[in-house]
């Protein structure tokens, strides 16, 4: 799936080997990753949390879950405009729930917003760690967020 591009959340990528190790190679374009930027609206970054929940919930159809896969800084791109997000591969050594995951990316973020993002990081963290929540409601969540944002015209 990931060598043809099936899934439209990982940048395809191809494998080499070389006797007992296995490297990929991934074309990231005009891509960069979070780990990359130091500053970001707190607008921008809930934009992109929020279609990276859809691109997890679309992997999960094809039973690519979330706890098998690395989500951080790292391994998380944007494009120049922040208009699409896309991630890179990187298996988990001990599988690790995707909630966590998403809970230590989103407290990695807090250093790259302002400080009156910072409480909407938090909300949207605290929003996300409930127990009772999908993918789908954790979006709506982000969107009034930023609606919030936007109305209130915070950086």
């Not at 791109?77 to 729930?97: A, D, G, R, W």
Request: with cysteine; proline share 3%.
């Amino acid at each position: 799936q990931l060598t043809a591009g099936i899934l439209p959340t990982f940048f395809p990528v191809s494998f080499v080997f070389d006797q007992s190790h296995c490297t990929g190679v991934y074309d990231t374009g005009s891509f960069r990753n979070l780990l990359s930027i130091s500053r970001i609206s707190i607008k921008d970054l809930l934009w992109i949390v929020c279609r990276l929940l859809e691109m997890i919930a679309e992997n999960e159809k094809h039973y690519f879950f979330g706890e098998i896969y690395r989500i951080d800084r790292k391994t998380f791109y944007v494009n120049h405009t922040f208009s699409q997000v896309k991630l890179i591969f990187e298996p988990m050594e001990t599988l690790c729930p995707i909630k966590v995951q998403l809970h230590n990316l989103l407290q990695e973020c807090k250093a790259m917003v302002s400080e009156d993002g910072i409480g909407y990081l938090e909300d949207m963290a605290a929003w996300l760690a409930r127990e009772d929540i999908g993918y789908i409601s954790a979006i709506h969540h982000g969107e009034q967020l930023q609606n919030e944002i936007y109305a209130c015209d915070i950086q």
